[in-house]
C-alpha cells in the first residue's frame, strides 16, 4: 500500500499560515509612516506675553496628541507680518496660522467686534463662547470671512476674565475725566470711549507701554493682570481702574489658512478640533492661577488699584447702546449677528443669573474684615 502524498498537508500548512499572517495584519494597529506636516504659526503677541504662552500652549497639545505627523511653530507678533496684519498672513498663505483675537479685525467688517467689544447683552465670555458654539455664533462668522474673501478656518477658544478698565495717571473717579484723555482701545471699544470723550489710538499690545513712556498716550487698557505686569505696564502707571463692559466677553482665536488645513487627514483636524477644547478649558485654569498671583505682585510693586466707579459703567452701557443702534443701520450682518447674541444671552442669562449663588458672599464670609 503506498504512501499518502505530503502535498495536501503542504498546501494546508502553507494557506493556514497565509491566512494567520492576513489576520494578525488586520488586527495590528495602523502606524502611519506618514513624514511630518510642518505649520508655521504666529501670534498677535510678544513672546513675553502670557497670550504667546498660551498659543504655544495650544500648538504643543496639538504636537503631542499627532504623534510627529503634525508639528506646529508658533512666532511672536511681529516675526513675519505685523501684529494687525495677521488674519491677512493666514489668508494669503504667507503664515499658516495664527493665534490672536476677532476684535482685531473689526475693521474689515464692524460685525466682527461682537465677538470681543462691548458688554454682550451681559454674557461673561464663558457664555459667549457658548453662543458662538452652540448658540449660532460660528456661522456667521465664517460667512463673514468667505464675503471679504479670506480663505481661513477660524477656531474660537480661551474665555478671557473681565478686562479693568485701564491704566491711567490718576485715579478716574467720574465720567468727565474721561473727556480729552489720550488712550489705547481696539474694537468697538475705540467707539465707546470715544463717546465718552477720549482721543482713542488703537495700538498693538507690545507698543502700549512705549507709548505711555514717551506721553503719547495718557492711558491704556490691554487685558489682565499678568499679562499687564509682564508688558511693564507698572513701570509706566500706578493706578488701575477694574471691571469694565468695554470687552467684558472676549475670547481667544486660532486660525489656519484654509488651504492648508483642508489638505489635513481627517484624523489630524480631529485633533486640532480636540485640541482647541482642551487648550480652552487649560488657558481658563492657568488664567486664574497667574492672574490671582501676578495681581498680588502688582499690589507689592506699588500699583493702586481702584473699582470702577458705577456711573461709569452705566455710562459704558448708555454709549454702547448708541453704538449697536447706528451699526446696525448701517450693516445687515451687524443686526443679525447682536439679535442671535441677544436671544441667545436672554435666556442663558437668566438661567445663569437665577442659578447662580452670589460667591463673593463666601468669599466675604472667610476672608473680609471682621
Known amino acids: ?53 498660551y498659543a504655544t500652549d495650544f500648538a504643543k497639545k496639538v504636537n503631542d496628541m499627532a504623534g510627529g505627523r503634525l508639528k506646529i511653530e508658533v512666532l511672536p507678533a511681529g516675526a513675519v507680518v505685523p ?28 460685525a466682527l467686534a ?30 463673514i470671512y468667505k464675503t471679504l474673501n479670506l480663505d481661513v478656518v477660524s477656531y474660537l477658544y480661551g474665555p478671557m476674565p473681565t478686562q479693568p478698565f485701564g491704566w491711567f495717571k490718576k485715579p478716574v473717579a467720574r465720567v468727565e475725566d474721561i473727556k480729552g484723555i489720550k488712550f489705547r482701545t481696539v474694537g468697538l471699544a475705540v467707539d465707546m470711549y470715544t463717546d465718552m470723550g ?25 487685558n489682565n493682570a ?26 481667544f482665536e486660532i486660525l489656519f489658512n484654509k488651504g492648508k488645513f483642508n489638505a489635513l487627514p481627517a484624523e489630524l483636524k480631529s485633533i486640532i478640533d480636540y485640541a482647541v477644547q482642551a487648550a480652552s478649558a487649560d488657558m481658563s485654569w492657568k488664567a486664574i492661577q497667574r492672574n490671582s498671583q501676578d495681581y498680588i505682585e502688582l499690589k507689592k510693586s506699588g500699583v493702586n488699584f481702584y473699582k470702577t466707579p458705577d456711573a461709569i459703567l452705566r455710562a459704558q452701557l448708555a454709549s454702547w447702546d448708541k453704538i449697536i443702534a ?8 451687524f443686526k443679525k449677528i447682536l439679535e442671535s ?30
Open 198 to 222: 477720549a482721543a482713542v489710538n488703537p495700538l498693538p499690545g507690545g507698543e502700549i507701554v512705549p507709548a505711555l513712556d514717551r506721553g503719547l498716550i495718557d492711558g491704556a487698557e490691554f
Open 83 to 110: 501684529a494687525f496684519q495677521l488674519l491677512e498672513g493666514v489668508a494669503k498663505g504667507t503664515l499658516d496660522g495664527g493665534h490672536g483675537v476677532v476684535a482685531y479685525h473689526y475693521g474689515k467688517n464692524s
Open 226 to 251: 499678568s499679562s499687564d505686569r509682564l508688558l511693564g505696564f507698572p513701570d509706566v502707571s500706578k493706578n488701575c481702574m477694574l471691571q469694565s463692559f468695554h470687552q467684558s466677553g472676549e475670547q
Open 114 to 143: 461682537l465677538w470681543g467689544s462691548g458688554p454682550a447683552f451681559g454674557m461673561d465670555p464663558n457664555m459667549v463662547l457658548a453662543w458662538h458654539n452652540y448658540g449660532g455664533g460660528k456661522a456667521p462668522l465664517d460667512e
Open 326 to 333: 447706528k451699526k446696525s443701520e448701517e450693516n445687515p450682518m
Open 1 to 53: 500500500m503506498s504512501k499518502p502524498s505530503p502535498a495536501p498537508r503542504r498546501r494546508f500548512l502553507k494557506t493556514a499560515a497565509t491566512s494567520t499572517v492576513a489576520a494578525g495584519a488586520m488586527a495590528a494597529p495602523m502606524v502611519s509612516n506618514a513624514q511630518t506636516t510642518s505649520l508655521r504659526f504666529q501670534s498677535t503677541w510678544p513672546s513675553k506675553d502670557i497670550f504667546h504662552e
Open 341 to 370: 447674541q441677544k436671544a441667545f444671552a436672554q435666556r442663558a442669562g437668566a438661567w445663569q443669573n437665577d442659578y447662580m449663588v452670589d460667591f463673593t458672599m463666601a468669599y466675604n464670609h472667610y476672608f473680609g474684615k471682621k
